[in-house]
């Protein structure tokens, strides 16, 4: 919900069988917007997820047949099965909110949410995402295995027809409160204290590239708009503390020895949380 109020995609990663994909329908499915599924493929081309033209043989012109990239939330299923062009497609749609389709451009409906899932690059037929890409996921969640319990649950409730979803949204208030994110106040203080947390991770020995300032922005952002879901009119160093390894850890790129090692960008960002103070001292 924060990368939706914050304009933002969201990635979703995990071993197959974690009900990604069951999340993200069923999440969906109560926004009241448009949705389309993209199942990525190695063999899928970026005319599949755009959409093009088509020749109508009744009067000979050519119209357009819109991709599923045309609605205000996507499903993008193992995005890493996808070849580069077709990345290069999507990457387009995600951080101009517009497509190009034989040299025009379209814009896409609003709002515009990707709800993107991967399975680990160790599994067969996998390909890591390139930096630019992942950079423009505002956050990525790490889905596990659930506990005992939680299973458990699962379990029991799939015993009988799982209740459907129903919309609570509709396009027009996200787009509201999409807007009052942006008047969501930020002191000095808090944009001093996101400065300082990515400068930890751009200075930190084990990581060959830090946080850059998209970063810092998409911090910002999910921190505003975290305050609004909180019904607060301003971010606090609380909403940075919450949301920095979702939206940081995924952007970092660890060196060769640290991934040797076993170093989790996570753990980096953890690092920074506990020796970089809220406020200057």
């Excluded at 043989?57 to 995005?79: H, M, Q």
């Excluded at 990457?91 to 040299?103: D, N, P, R, S, W």
């Excluded at 807007?179 to 400068?199: K, S, T």
């Excluded at 990581?207 to 910002?220: K, T, Y």
């Amino acid at each position: 919900m924060v990368s939706l109020l914050a304009r933002g995609h969201v990635l979703l990663e995990g071993v197959p069988g974690v009900a990604k994909t069951t999340l993200v329908k069923a999440f969906a499915a109560t926004l009241g917007c448009s949705f389309r599924r993209i199942q990525f493929t190695p063999d899928l081309l970026p005319a599949d997820i755009t959409g093009t033209f088509v020749l109508s043989p009744r009067d000979g012109t050519f119209s357009l047949r819109e991709g599923p990239l045309f609605a205000n939330v996507v499903l993008g299923d193992e995005i890493n099965r996808a070849p580069a062009k077709t990345q290069s497609a999507l990457l387009e749609a995600m951080q101009e909110k517009q497509v190009t389709i034989e040299g025009e451009t379209r814009d896409l409906p609003s709002p515009f949410l990707v709800l993107a899932t991967q399975n680990p690059v160790e599994q067969a037929g996998t390909y890591p995402l390139p930096e630019a890409q992942i950079d423009r996921f505002l956050v990525r969640l790490l889905v596990g295995y659930p506990s005992p319990e939680d299973e458990r649950g699962i379990l029991r409730r799939f015993l009988a027809a799982p209740p459907t979803p129903q919309p609570i949204l509709r396009p027009d208030v996200i787009r509201n409160l999409q807007a009052q994110v942006r008047a969501i106040h930020a002191e000095d203080e808090v944009l001093d204290y996101v400065v300082r947390l990515v400068g930890f991770t751009r200075e930190h020995g084990r990581l060959f590239l830090g946080a850059s300032p998209r970063a810092s922005l998409a911090l910002m952002h999910a921190a505003r708009a975290r305050a609004l879901m909180q019904a607060r009119p301003y971010a606090l160093p609380d909403d940075v503390q919450a949301l920095a390894i979702p939206v940081l850890a995924h952007r970092l790129v660890l060196t060769a020895e640290a991934e040797m090692e076993g170093t989790r960008p996570e753990a980096i960002i953890q690092q920074a949380l506990e020796r970089v103070p809220p406020r200057r001292a």
